[in-house]
């Protein structure tokens, strides 16, 4: 090192420092003969191996003096790095650099020194070494510079050889350990096959003890008899040729226990060329589970693949990019294409556009983590349209992230024709069932009619104006056709009332009436329990056309929109055509008296929407007396 170079510095000499390991460590027989040496050499009395770190100096070595350590301040080592060769001071008294060292001033008054660097082969100073004197002298000559940094290297190179001792011995320690601890059998063996290392896994692998193994051939312990030719022309291939199918790569083979049993395992081997010799270092690991393990799953994907074959209905897996990776021979079979022509596609190179974009969307949602069911109907690759309902999943990976899709769509095109064939059975069925339960229910009404109303008409009449109020209403369609045919049979109940009462020309009794009145329960009676829509409200109708808006009438005395809606509309449009109607207890009535009386009742008897609805219906608004043609009959028979 020149006294031009500039010092290393401090962070990489201090890093050189604690590599050396000499810090901290008990007296060394080396490093104390060579500071006896160069003490007798330079015929000192005192010698020291000195290394510095941040805060101190420690000594190595020390001859006539008792040091271990001592602060780097009272150092001389920053003086030698500034020197940059050895540093000699022939008396210190004299040098205003250590004129007042304690070591100086005090004991062992130390007058003269001389220190050499320690200088690493990479250039880091770690210390010094110095012979010291009690009494001056003079400098060294150039021969002594020389012998003294002689001495400083053989320091040095001590260190070294310590250092690659130390290295070699936790080398060897943790390949020892690795070697110990490998779950695999490591075996290793020289160019004639025989086996120089044998670790507690092979031990374990293959039932030899180490030392029954050591220097024993390889393929006589380990290899099938059959393979042992093969093994053998395959080590004298390599080493004649230095080529190997064998080396570096992993390969499964059969291998050879102590009793006689073999098994299938994985073998690794890797060449090491020694500077005296050629090893080769085998790897093998046990596929006795591992097999069995890929047995049985390749046996379930067998099993499983058989079973979803089997299934009728389309099943397929798809990847991240909507790939198919899996579907089963019935859906290659809608799709008409062989599996292996399906695997790695997409729909859009499958299907026409409209299906594949529709199927791409549907993807694209379930790809985000939510499943979706739907029905669809598609035109399929082999030209015929089928009706599906669908169900595709997310497939999730470790991390969350759907990684692909399942999908199942089963074909439920027969049973959606079946299905309509069926409704349409029902809806003729139905149709026929409620008109013989009309015709039924309308002989029993006529029956009930003929009784109290000679033409007949009557019932038609209620039906068709009940109709056009429930119109203007505002009902639905369905409700208006209900209570078209429903409402003529809102009296069905006077069949079971007597002739003697219904025919009577005059007053009824508060008996009698009571009687009279009995004919809303008959009628719903006659019609309780119905199924069908017509007679559920025709059951209505016959059971509330007589409550009051007021909550006055029978029979269960109900109050304004308690009363279905049903009821309220009959119970206008059955006295509007009973005021205009002749009995023989009354004379008809005009529409316009029957309409100004039915006006007069809204709010009491009659709901007053369904009273403003008559009044717009019929096309007019009389007051309450106008337009009477004669004299007002008995109303409350009219309304009974």
């Known amino acids: 090192m020149s006294a031009d170079d500039p010092p290393p510095s401090e962070a990489a000499r201090l890093a050189a420092l604690t590599a050396y390991q000499i810090l901290d460590t008990p007296p060394d027989a080396v490093y104390d003969r060579i500071v006896r040496l160069a003490s007798a050499v330079f015929r000192t009395p005192m010698g020291l191996v000195c290394v510095v770190d941040a805060q101190r100096q420690w000594f190595s070595a020390c001859h006539g003096l008792d040091f271990r350590e001592r602060s780097r301040a009272l150092s001389c080592f920053p003086h030698a790095l500034e020197h940059a060769g050895v540093l000699v001071i022939p008396d210190a008294r004299l040098d205003h650099r250590f004129a007042h060292h304690p070591l100086v001033t005090g004991d062992p008054h130390i007058r003269f020194y001389a220190g050499a660097l320690l200088i690493t082969p990479a250039g880091e100073s770690l210390g010094t070494l110095c012979v010291l004197d009690r009494a001056p002298r003079a400098p060294l000559t150039p021969e002594e510079y020389q012998v003294l940094q002689h001495l400083a290297d053989s320091v040095v190179s001590e260190l070294e050889l310590h250092r690659t001792v130390t290295q070699l011995a936790h080398r060897e320690a943790v390949n020892a350990a690795v070697l110990h601890s490998s779950l695999d059998a490591v075996i290793v063996m020289n160019e004639q096959g025989r086996i120089t290392e044998w670790n507690p896994a092979a031990e374990r692998l293959f039932g030899y003890a180490r030392a029954e193994v050591l220097g024993e051939d390889l393929g006589d312990h380990i290899i099938p008899p059959d393979l042992r030719a093969a093994h053998r022309r395959g080590l004298a291939h390599y080493l004649k040729t230095g080529e190997g199918p064998v080396l570096g790569h992993r390969i499964q083979l059969m291998a050879l226990r102590r009793d006689g049993q073999t098994f299938p395992c ?4 890797t060449p090491l060329d020694l500077p005296d010799e050629r090893l080769f270092t085998a790897a093998l690991r046990d596929l006795t ?21 089997t299934v009728p209905e389309t099943i397929f897996v ?3 990019h909507r790939r198919y990776t899996m579907i089963n021979q019935a859906g290659a079979a809608q799709i008409g294409r062989p599996i292996e022509a399906i695997l790695g596609q997409t729909d859009e190179d499958l299907f026409a556009p409209p299906v594949a974009t529709a199927s791409r969307h549907r993807d694209e949602q379930v790809l985000t983590g939510q499943a979706d069911t739907y029905e669809v109907t598609d035109q399929l690759p082999i030209g015929e349209e089928r009706t599906f309902w669908s169900t595709k999943i997310p497939v999730f990976g470790s991390e969350g992230v759907p990684t692909g899709l399942i999908g199942v769509a089963i074909d439920i095109t027969d049973r959606k024709m079946a299905e ?7 809806v003729r069925l139905q149709s026929q069932i409620e008109a013989a339960q009309l015709e039924v229910l309308e002989r029993l009404a006529r029956a009930a009619e003929c009784r109290d109303d000679d033409t007949g008409e009557h019932m038609a009449r209620v039906g068709t104006t009940a109709a056009r109020l429930a119109a203007y209403l505002g009902l639905p369609d369905v409700e208006v056709h209900l209570i078209r045919r429903a409402a003529p049979l809102h009296d069905v109940g006077k069949i079971g009332i007597p002739d003697s009462i219904l025919f009577k020309p005059g007053r009824l009794t508060p008996e009698e009436f009571g009687i009279v009145m009995t004919h809303c329960t008959i009628g719903s009676s006659i019609m309780a329990g119905g199924q069908s829509p017509l007679v559920v409200v025709a059951e209505e ?16 005395g109900l109050r304004g929109e308690a009363i279905p809606i049903s009821g309220r509309i009959v119970a206008v449009a059955d006295v509007l055509d009973a005021l205009m109607s002749e009995r023989p207890y009354k004379r008809a009535w005009s529409q316009a008296a ?11 008897h009659f709901d007053p929407q369904v009273v403003a609805a008559l009044t717009q219906v019929l096309g007019s608004s009389v007051g309450l007396n106008s337009g009477l043609e004669v004299a007002a009959p008995d109303v409350g028979k009219t309304v009974q």
């Open 541 to 556: 109708i016959a059971r509330t056309h007589h409550e009051r808006w007021d909550g006055g009438g029978y029979p269960a």
């Open 289 to 309: 589970e591992i097999t069995a393990t890929q047995d049985a799953l390749e046996g379930s994907h067998r099993l499983l693949r058989a079973v979803v074959d």
């Open 420 to 426: 309509t064939t069926i409704q349409l059975h029902n």
């Open 594 to 604: 029957a309409l100004a009386e039915i006006q007069a009742q809204a709010g009491r």
């Open 318 to 320: 798809k990847d991240q």
């Open 266 to 269: 994985e073998l690794a081997i």
